[in-house]
């Protein structure tokens, strides 16, 4: 049966109630009181009963106040060039406020003079662009650690947000803040959906915008740019790894929450149905050394997203990380040959500038690896359970930086 | 494009209780070099990325520059990496022998 059309949300003068009831009242329209949807208890599902304290505000002011002013306050935002083309919640001082006091720290304190302009991003400017993001308070440390990270010299922020390459920063959360703060590495993890994911990554591109000055077609001059300039946050779901967490491969313990930033392109969909360890990671290290994928001539690190349905196989064929980034070391390569097609122009005198050591650039036969090292390859793993798919992500020739989070 | 907060806009963001999600300073700090009143004689430095057609691009340029303008000198020089910052080193000694410097970008 069909169900039926949902009723509509209707604004009331219940602040407190319009962020919980929305969703819940859309779902009651075909739900009986004794059977949820399984939507509303599906484990990944956000808790939308849930009413925070800077929710709260912002519907207060929106119902009490006037809906006029939101509506100024917003076309402002668009008329100053401040958001990323969509709108933005208006960062009043009090929201901001709230953002702040939750991290614990002042609001001047310096986190970062983000390139290419060199902008200062304090504590209370990264608020103000995580308020607009449309982020919880919880947020803040999370937003924050990956600002912090991303300043580290091997990223190359100034080179990531300038190039004419496609890549973009995308953020991993790992450890145990990952539940605490209902961020999303199942289903459509990489899609829409969920609010942490949504607004933590687009609280972070917001903030490069804004506070770094990589403005699309000026400072930044990104040939296509990348549907994750909006938003490219994922998470690492523990439940379902069968190996330890991401960020433990810099030494940090399982325990710990941190986040790791990574200028990547899209994820490149590997479709594989069987159960065969080595047949699949042949096809995942075909799929990793393309002609055209720029790594193969500048090297960097490189990602890769291993699907529930393939982590479980591999770990029960007794494949470690190690094994299976060293079995893609040795097989997602391209021969000097085949490379002579593809790459930058500066001619083969300096097309081997960045291959190893190991690899003659001036003998057709040599492989030249996609990475440097077995090492320069990270694996997580994330996804929906079900789906015989895992996500190659190519870099752009900078390193994966991964810090701990420091919680208030 | 992005606009740091004059006073008008600053007087309308007060007025909504809004505070602004930029440092106005890092928009406002980067200007452009002193003009020359003129060219001709001068000795010109050409900064490329180490990419192959910005290499053609600022020759192409050099080549027209000396042409019109008599240059006293053209250094060409190269970044050591083409998405890094030119080195200090590069900029002090463009700085001590050039009047004047191009770059471009070219990929």
Known sequence: MEPPTPPPVILRREPKNLVADAPLRFWAAYQEPSAPHPALTAKHRPDYTRVNPADELLWTAMVSSDAVNLGNAIDLMFETGWTDGLPVVPPTEDRVKLFVDYTGRDPGELIAELPPLGGKATVERIAVNAVMAGCLPEYMPVIITAIQAMMDDRFNLRGVMCSTGIHTPLVVVSGPIVKELDIN???????????????????????????????????????????????????????????????????????????????????????????????????????????????????????????????????????????????????????????????????????????????????????????????????????????????????????????????? | MVSAPGADLQARLSDMGLLSPIDPEAYSKWRPAPRLETIHGKVGGFLGNRKANASLLLQGVKELLNKDFELRDGIAVDKYVYSRPAADDIIDDLASQCDFVVTCIAD
């Not at chain 1, 990348?226 to 190996?243: F, K, R, S």
């Not at chain 1, 399982?254 to 159960?275: L, R």
């Not at chain 1, 083969?348 to 190893?356: Q, V």
């Not at chain 1, 994330?382 to 992500?393: F, W």
Request: net charge negative.
């Open chain 1, 185 to 408: 590495g199942g289903y459509n993890c990489f899609g829409a959906g969920w609010r942490a994911n949504a607004t933590i990554g687009r609280a972070v591109k917001l903030a490069l915008v804004n506070l770094g000055g990589a403005i699309p077609g000026e400072t930044n001059k990104a040939t296509f740019g990348h549907p994750g300039a909006y938003t490219y946050c994922v998470a690492e779901d523990q439940g379902i790894n069968p190996w330890e967490p991401l960020h433990t491969d810099i030494g940090l313990e399982a325990s710990d929450s941190a986040v790791t930033v990574f200028p990547a392109e899209a994820p490149h969909n590997i479709m594989y149905h069987a159960k065969n360890s080595r047949d699949f990671l042949t096809v995942l290290a075909d799929t990793m050394c393309t002609l055209g994928n720029v790594q193969m001539y500048v090297m960097g690190d490189t990602f890769v997203v291993i699907g529930p349905e393939h982590a479980k196989f591999l770990s029960e064929d007794g494949w470690r990380k190690a094994d299976i980034r060293q079995f893609l070391f040795e097989h997602a390569r391209k021969p000097v040959r085949a490379l002579r097609h593809g790459g930058p122009p500066q001619g083969d005198a300096d097309r081997g500038h960045f291959w190893p050591r190991f690899v003659d650039a001036n003998d057709d036969d040599q492989m030249v690896p996609v990475v440097r090292a077995p090492d320069r390859i990270h694996i997580m793993v994330a996804g929906g359970s079900g789906g015989p798919h895992s996500a190659y992500l190519p870099g752009w020739g900078s390193r994966r930086v991964t810090l701990k989070i420091d919680q208030p």
